[in-house]
């Protein structure tokens, strides 16, 4: 499936009402169980996206401590 920039917005939307319904850009209308359930489909599609753009988004991240000494 081929997701889109308004299909991520969408579920931002969704994410940030509390709704648990999306309705895609391709008609279908999907009810997440849990806000769980949305972030994760978030993330696909933003991986998605980015994939499509031939860029890439850092799975990983270090973090660095200082004690301030």
Do not use: C, K
């Not at 081929?2 to 391709?26: C, F, H, K, M, P």
């Not at 994760?40 to 599609?45: G, L, P």
């Not at 998605?48 to 401590?65: H, I």
Request: aromatic share 8%.
């Amino acid at each position: 499936m081929s997701y889109t920039e308004a299909d991520l917005a969408r579920v931002d939307q969704a994410i940030s009402s509390g709704a648990s319904e999306v309705e895609y850009s391709d008609g279908r209308r999907v009810r997440y169980r849990s806000v769980a359930d949305l972030r994760a489909i978030r993330h696909i599609i933003a991986m998605n996206l980015a994939a499509q753009a031939g860029t890439r988004t850092p799975r990983f991240v270090n973090p660095t401590f200082d004690r301030g000494v």
